[in-house]
């Protein structure tokens, strides 16, 4: 049970959606309608928001385990317990290291990495809350692709586009996107 989708990042032109395993008999939309905890998915958004901010890509970032006491003491742990040195954002992101993200969204700002998202196409509920920058908001397939479909296409977004024309039966056109006639 899952759902698959692609798209153009410059166009948007929806070129796969795969919604289930069969219509017919499971009437459920994994792309639009199915919404999971994103996880690591989530954290190119964090770093987006970084370098936004003229955060240096190079900088060393600890990897450190730390408790966060101003946030219900939140000590976010990195999954393969390994703890020590440092990372710029390219090897955090690489190695999708939990402590650099979550050391990442502390220095920007939970509001930021949310109104980030917002900017790339998360329409979802995103919890004002630090541990989004470990994924744990749940989002849509359709919305992270939207997302991400902005890092392949020089940081803009490109909404989705499923219907380019339709026409009748005889080939007269009934509706044409004019924006498509320009691309």
């Known amino acids: 049970q899952t759902g698959m989708m692609s798209v153009e990042p410059q166009t948007g032109y929806v070129r796969t959606w795969v919604g289930g395993i069969n219509?017919?008999?499971?009437?459920y939309d994994h792309v639009y309608r199915g919404k999971?905890?994103?996880?690591?998915?989530?954290?190119?958004?964090?770093?987006?928001?970084?370098?936004?901010?003229g955060m240096d890509p190079?900088?060393?970032?600890p990897n450190k385990k730390v408790t966060y006491e101003?946030?219900?003491n939140w000590?976010?742990?990195?999954?393969?317990?390994?703890?020590?040195?440092?990372?710029?954002?390219?090897?955090?992101?690489t190695h999708s290291v939990n402590t650099v993200?979550?050391?990442?969204?502390?220095?920007t700002g939970v509001q930021p990495v949310i109104d980030e998202a917002r900017k790339m196409g998360v329409t979802s509920k995103l919890p004002a809350v630090t541990s989004i920058a470990?994924?744990?908001?749940?989002?849509?397939?359709?919305e992270m692709v939207t997302a991400y479909s902005c890092f392949a296409n020089r940081g803009l977004r490109a909404d989705p586009k499923y219907i380019v024309r339709i026409e009748s039966q005889k080939g007269d056109t009934l509706y044409e996107d004019k924006a498509a006639k320009k691309t």
Do not use: H, W
């Open 23 to 27: 219509q017919r008999y499971f009437q």
């Open 36 to 53: 999971r905890q994103v996880g690591s998915t989530f954290k190119p958004i964090v770093y987006a928001t970084a370098i936004e901010q």
């Open 58 to 61: 190079c900088a060393y970032i």
């Open 70 to 72: 101003s946030y219900d």
């Open 75 to 93: 000590t976010p742990g990195n999954s393969d317990g390994e703890y020590g040195g440092y990372y710029t954002m390219k090897g955090g992101l």
């Open 101 to 107: 993200a979550a050391n990442l969204i502390m220095q």
């Open 134 to 142: 470990l994924g744990t908001a749940s989002i849509s397939l359709l």
